[in-house]
């Protein structure tokens, strides 16, 4: 065992922890003709605890899909325009490939018309994405055709991801809708109201992430940190190089949006390359909080096939 001082922690390049390391590792070199570290025992920078931000379980939640039950009453259209035609109210969701799933088809003949309907369905938010209202008038009686007046859609994955599963309570969402033209996308005279109730806490799903490229990065940004070093590149140790190699604090990125299922950025990740320090890196960032990193490391860092195991974690 080598003498030395635990206590010391400066690694600056003309710091004494430096000098004596590049100094023993010549001494070894020249002694024993081979090199001074082994495979996965040197330095690997600074413990991240406290300088990442841990995302736990309950972060996790509001990412994740979730299916449940829904209920949807107290149905009310005002304003159907002409008294002479039955009123002909439709439900429908919309998910992926525009695949459609009918909720329910009601029928009345005045014009403002309630009813006490209860209508149950069951929602997947990966799979519905959106809830669509259709009223029509029907012309004909028994088997006749109905034509289209008014429509609207609104969105259902907010109410339900939108849900603390851990929280077992009812939760009640009031829906007012001002229906639009089928023919132009005007707005009319109809409106809808509904109440949408979401019982139980819905069930989890598992969590669909999606990358999407940011809009200007066909090819890396350039900029010079200067003081900030240390700071962008995060809890990984800087390599040691020589004061003659330009442009030590320039660095090339780019930054990339990581989307859940419904579309909704859950976090930032920004690929980093320096050629002067030979190093990249990648940070994953929710909100304004580092949460994740990987970077290089050198082979000294690098253990041995034969001195680590693979421990497998679930990803939330």
Not at 5 to 34: G, H, I, M, V
Not at 100 to 113: D, H, N
Request: charge should be positive; proline fraction near 5%.
């Amino acid at each position: 065992m080598f003498n030395h001082d635990d206590t010391t922690t400066d690694r600056d390049r003309e710091s004494k922890l430096s000098q004596a390391d590049e100094l023993t590792r010549t001494l070894w070199r020249q002694t024993y003709n081979e090199e001074f570290p082994r495979a996965g025992a040197m330095y690997r920078g600074e413990h991240p605890r406290l300088k990442m931000t841990a995302f736990n379980e309950g972060n996790a939640h509001y990412l994740c899909a979730k299916a449940g039950k829904v209920t949807i009453s107290d149905i009310k259209v005002h304003g159907f325009p002409n008294k002479k035609y039955k009123l002909k109210f439709h439900l429908r969701l919309f998910g992926n490939a525009n695949k459609v799933t009918k909720v329910t088809t009601l029928k009345g003949k005045e014009v403002e018309k309630s009813w006490p309907d209860v209508i149950n369905t069951y929602i997947n938010t990966e799979q519905h994405r959106i809830l669509q209202v259709i009223c029509a008038k029907v012309i004909g009686c028994g088997l006749g055709s109905g034509k289209y007046t008014g429509q609207h859609t609104t969105t259902v994955i907010a109410e339900m991801d939108g849900i603390n599963p851990l929280h077992n309570q009812p939760h009640t969402f009031t829906k007012n809708l001002q229906l639009m033209s089928c023919v132009d996308n005007s707005p009319t005279e109809m409106s809808v109201e509904f109440n949408l109730n979401i019982p139980h806490p819905p069930g989890i799903l598992k969590s669909y992430f999606y990358l999407r490229k940011g809009t200007n990065m066909k090819e890396f940004e350039t900029v010079n940190l200067g003081a900030g070093m240390q700071d962008w590149w995060g809890p990984m140790p800087l390599p040691r190089v020589p004061a003659s190699v330009p442009n030590q604090d320039q660095v090339s990125y780019a930054s990339h949006q990581i989307v859940t299922h419904d579309g909704k950025a859950a976090f930032l990740c920004r690929v980093s390359h320096s050629k002067a320090l030979k190093i990249s890196a990648i940070h994953l960032y929710s909100g304004e909080c580092l949460v994740g990193m990987a970077h290089e490391i050198g082979t000294e860092q690098l253990p041995t096939a034969s001195s680590w195991q693979v421990r497998f974690m679930e990803i939330f």
